[in-house]
């Protein structure tokens, strides 16, 4: 089952006008990414520190980890103050293209071969984590919903490593259930065989997360490795609220892949 749009929603695919964007801002990056110094890692356009095209998270992520302590704490910190002033720069218009684009990249990164360590995390965290809370504080939260099939489970059950630091809440049924079997002492190999004894209540925290997400007016990614009707439509309640990005993705995450995205008329009012 592929997640729809609500009725009359008006949904978009990212196709042009995103790419047109992304094409604006990646064509003033003239440096290639090949031994950075400090001053390297300052990119005030954003996009070259996630971009999944040029496989940047990764890039930066060995970056990082090849620095002393020193180093890596003087580089972070010189992304985030980047990072913080870049999104209070935007306009609105280009601030609610850039979310859209970031969380894609993101997402599409999440599922490329990398390694996942502590160097990982704390680059996200510098780099995904400032923008995403920059981006709230000026209004806006990402509602990021995927209908994805996974053939190995590996990381739908342990994407929450790659968001948490994002400030992106990951909510998945199959998750949740993963996580209530492994309460129970219950064989990993044999999470198929018991997650329809576990799915049920996996979708009702699932639900009652995105309904806290959306009190707390938080990013969030729900995703549902085995959708079914009506899976979605908690995720998707939000979507007419102001300051709310929804995205929904349906293709396999691959370079040139295409979801539909939702922008608000404006931002939420502050807490």
């Known amino acids: 089952m592929h997640v729809q749009p609500p009725h009359n929603h008006a949904f978009h695919t990212d196709a042009h006008g995103a790419l047109r964007f ?11 990414m090949k031994q950075l110094s400090i001053d390297d890692w300052r990119q005030p356009n954003l996009i070259p520190y996630w971009d ?18 020193d180093d890596q704490s003087i580089a972070l910190d010189v992304v985030r103050k980047t990072v913080s002033a870049a999104v209070q720069n935007r306009s609105d218009e280009d601030l609610k293209m850039l979310v859209f684009v970031v969380g894609d990249d993101l997402y599409k990164a999440a599922n490329a071969d990398g390694i996942w360590d502590d160097a990982l995390s704390r680059y996200l965290n510098a780099s995904a984590g400032e923008f995403f809370s920059a981006v709230q504080e000026r209004g806006y939260r990402l509602h990021y919903i995927v209908d994805n099939a996974f053939p190995d489970l590996t990381r739908p059950l342990n994407f929450d490593i790659w968001f948490r630091p994002c400030g992106i809440i990951y909510i998945c049924p199959q998750q949740l259930a993963s996580k209530m079997m492994a309460h129970d002492n219950v064989e990993p190999a044999s999470f198929e065989e018991n997650l329809p004894r576990y799915i049920d209540e996996g979708r009702f925290i699932a639900d009652t997360m995105i309904k806290r997400c959306a ?14 009707e009506n899976s979605f439509t908690s995720a998707q309640a939000m979507s007419d609220d102001s300051g709310v ?3 929904l993705r349906n293709e396999a995450p691959l370079p040139g892949s295409k979801a539909a995205v939702r922008f608000p008329d404006r931002a939420a009012k502050s807490r």
């Open 22 to 32: 992304c094409a604006q801002v990646r064509a003033l990056e003239g440096k290639a």
């Open 52 to 69: 999944e095209r040029t496989d940047a998270i990764r890039q930066f992520r060995g970056r990082l980890a090849a620095l002393s302590g």
């Open 215 to 228: 009190e707390e007016q938080r990013h969030f990614l729900f995703l549902d490795i085995d959708s079914q």
């Open 245 to 247: 990005i929804t995205v």
